[in-house]
């Protein structure tokens, strides 16, 4: 059920259910070629270092083919001058033989080098495409949360970019090179045996081709099918390797081992039935293959019972050379139907690949200009107004922000975008200079929507946001990356340019020297009984041992040696992110649950800080207590219209 429900979605762009219509018009088909086509103009631009590497490859290939001809060629060499016994003409042979063969060898080092360059450069172009897409106006949020109808999106950047590359720089080289070698070898067939044999060989290729053609589209389907519930297999691991401790507290070992085992054989089912579609391929392929050897004989044949090279000589050498010339030319098709499964196999990653670019190409494209805070705005606060109106008549104009509000909502309705329900209706609220508030009602109220709607992640239905760029929020799991201690309290800035006395000073007034002591540095509180962290607070008070703390300091830049949601407890995790807002000072941060890991006291102590900081915040809690520091309540009923608003309980305050 799990699987079923991960594989259905309803899609904002033409509300696509996969479970339905998954695979329609995937294959070796127009589609396919229309993606691979602008994947390649992408890896490939013109001027970029891949285009160059691709210029130089033909050449390279080039060579090795005239390397391949001469080499071919040595066998007759040989023949002649082992029927005539001639000695100095065979040492002469083996002279040219080991210069063909070192001359081939060096060109396919050249190659093989030119080919992984080539893969580099164009993995390079494709994910960082990718990546700037992903990561431009917030796509990676609707494409992992608001159901856009892509699985997977991270394999699809990552494992299959690099299935896609691989298998592209194996094929590409070939296929660019076929027509060279194709015309090149029909003219010394057709001097050879005039037009029939030409004819017959290219005959026999397109009658292969088409049967291998029908052979391999079928494939391309179960391979994107494969390749998708190599992804669910991929995400209950990784689900669980997050959720372990959970995991183990409610005994769901059972449960997940069935989940894992019911994956595994839906993706083996998925490989067994490819297995069997190839069977077919396969065999037509190397069928294909064999007969042609043999039909490169029955090409010969024909000038020879015809009589042509009665009156040459050395019978056999001439039968050796133009039967090479007709065995490559049938081998260089065969080559090219060998490509049915690997195409196969390219067309399913392209299509993956296709889908996420045009995915994220619509959703950039419908996303317009949000409003989004950057790392400078948090430094230089600078008013703006964000606003909705899909209702409202054109006519109406929006008032600007007021000197004194910091964030306000006129009139806003907010809809869930997943099944369009109502959350709530025609919602005011204001927080100013002199007014912090609270949001509170019950699971799944709406009370996280609003915060989406003011972060522009959500589009209202209707209504105006007007807000300064100057915010800061604070969710309720906070974000961390594979960085430093440092990194994680400046985020989303750059640590380097910071002295590090501001990190000390934060993380002295949070009290977080025990994080930094429990989860980076346990080495170093080994090597002493009493541990470091109080030797260098008190350095920092007294203004004692400064090689110490010049020493000590340095271990802020280290990277844990375990990911920081595992090292961290969730009421450490909410203190590093409060962190964050003592470090930027903004004017108003947004709190999404950011104390409901905590005890009291560092509750009290985050709120403490802000109003000391004089930091203006809205708060969504569903916790009582919360509401002595605030001023105001706005009260969500959770029927997907109604809300209420009072002041807060001012006696309550201890």
Same mark, same amino acid.
């Given at each position: 059920?799990?699987?079923?429900?991960?594989?259905?979605?309803?899609?904002?762009?033409?509300?696509?259910?996969?479970?339905?219509?998954?695979?329609?018009?995937?294959?070796?088909?127009?589609?396919?070629?229309?993606?691979?086509?602008?994947?390649?103009?992408?890896?490939?631009?013109?001027?970029?270092?891949?285009?160059?590497?691709?210029?130089?490859?033909?050449?390279?290939?080039?060579?090795?083919?005239?390397?391949?001809?001469?080499?071919?060629?040595?066998?007759?060499?040989?023949?002649?001058?082992?029927?005539?016994?001639?000695?100095?003409?065979?040492?002469?042979?083996?002279?040219? #033989?080991?210069?063909?063969?070192?001359?081939?060898?060096?060109?396919?080092?050249?190659?093989?080098?030119?080919?992984?360059?080539?893969?580099?450069?164009?993995?390079?172009?494709?994910?960082?495409?990718?990546?700037?897409?992903?990561?431009?106006?917030?796509?990676?949020?609707?494409?992992?949360?608001?159901?856009?109808?892509?699985?997977?999106?991270?394999?699809?950047?990552?494992?299959?970019?690099?299935?896609?590359?691989?298998?592209?720089?194996? @094929?590409?080289?070939?296929?660019?090179?076929?027509?060279?070698?194709?015309?090149?070898?029909?003219?010394?067939?057709?001097?050879?045996?005039?037009?029939?044999?030409?004819?017959?060989?290219?005959?026999?290729?397109?009658?292969?081709?088409?049967?291998?053609?029908?052979?391999?589209?079928?494939?391309?389907?179960?391979?994107?099918?494969?390749?998708?519930?190599?992804?669910?297999?991929?995400? @209950?691991?990784?689900?669980?390797?997050?959720?372990?401790?959970?995991?183990?507290?409610?005994?769901?070992?059972?449960?997940?081992?069935?989940?894992?085992?019911?994956?595994?054989?839906?993706?083996?089912?998925?490989?067994?039935?490819?297995?069997?579609?190839?069977?077919?391929?396969?065999?037509?392929?190397?069928?294909?293959?064999?007969?042609?050897?043999?039909?490169?004989?029955?090409?010969?044949? @024909?000038?020879?019972?015809?009589?042509?090279?009665?009156?040459?000589?050395?019978?056999?050498?001439? @039968?050796?050379?133009?039967?090479?010339?007709?065995?490559?030319?049938?081998?260089?098709?065969?080559?090219?139907?060998?490509?049915?499964?690997?195409?196969?196999?390219?067309?399913?990653?392209?299509?993956?690949?296709?889908?996420?670019?045009?995915?994220?190409?619509?959703?950039?494209?419908?996303?317009?200009?949000?409003?989004?805070?950057?790392?400078?705005?948090?430094?230089?606060?600078?008013?703006?107004m964000l606003r909705f109106d899909s209702k409202a008549s054109e006519s109406e104009a929006s008032s600007p922000i007021s000197d004194f509000d910091?964030?306000?909502?006129?009139?806003?309705?907010?809809?869930?975008?997943?099944?369009?329900?109502?959350?709530?209706?025609n919602l005011f609220l204001a927080v100013n200079e002199s007014t912090s508030v609270l949001i509170t009602g019950p699971p799944a109220s709406g009370?996280?929507?609003?915060?989406?709607?003011?972060?522009?992640?959500?589009?209202?239905?209707?209504?105006?946001?007007?807000?300064?760029?100057?915010?800061?929020?604070?969710?309720?799991?906070?974000?961390?990356?594979?960085?430093?201690?440092?990194?994680?309290?400046?985020?989303?800035?750059?640590?380097?340019?910071?002295?590090?006395?501001?990190?000390?000073?934060?993380?002295?007034?949070?009290?977080?020297?025990?994080?930094?002591?429990?989860?980076?540095?346990?080495?170093?509180?080994?090597?002493?009984?009493?541990?470091?962290?109080?030797?260098?607070?008190?350095?920092?008070?007294?203004?004692?041992?400064?090689?110490?703390?010049?020493?000590?300091?340095?271990?802020?830049?280290?990277?844990?040696?375990?990911?920081?949601?595992?090292?961290?407890?969730?009421?450490?995790?909410?203190?590093?992110?409060?962190?964050?807002?003592?470090?930027?000072?903004?004017?108003?941060?947004?709190?999404?649950?950011?104390?409901?890991?905590?005890?009291?006291?560092?509750?009290?102590?985050?709120?403490?800080?802000?109003?000391?900081?004089?930091?203006?915040?809205?708060?969504? #809690?569903?916790?009582?207590?919360?509401?002595?520091?605030?001023?105001?309540?706005?009260?969500?009923?959770?029927?997907?219209?109604?809300?209420?608003?009072?002041?807060?309980?001012?006696?309550?305050?201890?």
């Open positions: 059920n799990e699987y079923k429900s991960y594989l259905r979605y309803d899609s904002n762009i033409g509300k696509c259910h996969p479970s339905c219509n998954m695979g329609l018009g995937l294959g070796v088909n127009i589609l396919f070629l229309k993606r691979i086509l602008r994947i390649f103009s992408i890896t490939s631009r013109p001027c970029s270092p891949a285009f160059l590497i691709l210029l130089i490859l033909i050449p390279i290939c080039a060579l090795d083919q005239v390397a391949i001809y001469y080499v071919g060629n040595l066998p007759s060499g040989f023949y002649k001058v082992l029927e005539n016994k001639d000695r100095n003409g065979f040492q002469h042979q083996l002279i040219v #033989s080991f210069c063909c063969i070192f001359a081939i060898v060096a060109v396919k080092c050249c190659k093989s080098f030119a080919t992984g360059a080539l893969y580099i450069q164009w993995r390079w172009n494709l994910t960082s495409i990718l990546h700037g897409r992903y990561f431009s106006h917030k796509l990676y949020y609707d494409v992992n949360c608001l159901n856009t109808g892509i699985d997977n999106p991270d394999m699809r950047m990552t494992q299959d970019v690099d299935k896609f590359t691989e298998s592209l720089q194996g @094929i590409i080289l070939q296929i660019v090179v076929f027509p060279f070698i194709a015309v090149y070898y029909t003219y010394r067939c057709t001097v050879v045996m005039g037009w029939l044999g030409p004819t017959c060989i290219y005959g026999y290729f397109v009658v292969s081709c088409v049967v291998n053609l029908l052979l391999a589209s079928p494939i391309v389907r179960e391979v994107f099918q494969l390749e998708q519930r190599e992804g669910y297999f991929r995400y @209950i691991h990784l689900k669980i390797r997050t959720n372990a401790e959970s995991a183990a507290f409610v005994d769901a070992e059972d449960i997940e081992y069935e989940n894992f085992q019911n994956a595994l054989k839906d993706i083996l089912a998925s490989k067994q039935l490819i297995i069997a579609k190839q069977l077919f391929l396969n065999f037509a392929v190397n069928s294909c293959d064999y007969i042609g050897a043999v039909f490169s004989y029955m090409v010969i044949a @024909i000038p020879v019972f015809r009589g042509s090279f009665d009156n040459e000589g050395h019978i056999g050498s001439i @039968i050796s050379r133009n039967a090479f010339v007709a065995m490559y030319l049938v081998n260089t098709f065969s080559t090219m139907l060998d490509l049915s499964t690997r195409i196969a196999d390219l067309a399913g990653y392209t299509h993956r690949i296709g889908e996420l670019l045009e995915v994220l190409d619509q959703s950039y494209a419908s996303k317009g200009s949000p409003c989004t805070s950057s790392f400078s705005s948090l430094i230089s606060p600078a008013p703006g910091l964030l306000r909502l006129n009139s806003v309705t907010i809809t869930n975008p997943l099944t369009d329900r109502s959350l709530v209706k009370k996280s929507s609003v915060l989406r709607a003011i972060k522009a992640l959500w589009m209202p239905f209707c209504g105006e946001i007007n807000s300064y760029h100057d915010v800061m929020f604070l969710p309720q799991r906070p974000y961390f990356t594979r960085n430093s201690l440092k990194a994680q309290i400046c985020l989303p800035g750059n640590p380097d340019y910071f002295p590090n006395q501001r990190f000390i000073d934060i993380i002295e007034m949070l009290e977080l020297g025990t994080v930094v002591m429990e989860t980076e540095y346990q080495e170093v509180t080994r090597k002493s009984s009493t541990g470091w962290w109080g030797t260098m607070r008190r350095a920092i008070r007294k203004h004692r041992h400064p090689t110490l703390l010049e020493t000590e300091v340095t271990l802020l830049d280290r990277a844990p040696r375990r990911d920081w949601y595992t090292s961290l407890t969730p009421g450490q995790q909410q203190l590093i992110a409060f962190s964050r807002v003592m470090f930027h000072h903004p004017k108003l941060v947004i709190l999404d649950e950011a104390t409901s890991s905590l005890n009291p006291y560092y509750t009290g102590l985050m709120y403490s800080i802000l109003k000391d900081m004089n930091v203006r915040y809205l708060s969504v #809690s569903h916790d009582k207590t919360v509401e002595q520091y605030h001023d105001q309540v706005v009260q969500i009923s959770g029927d997907g219209e109604n809300w209420t608003s009072r002041p807060a309980h001012m006696h309550l305050i201890n």
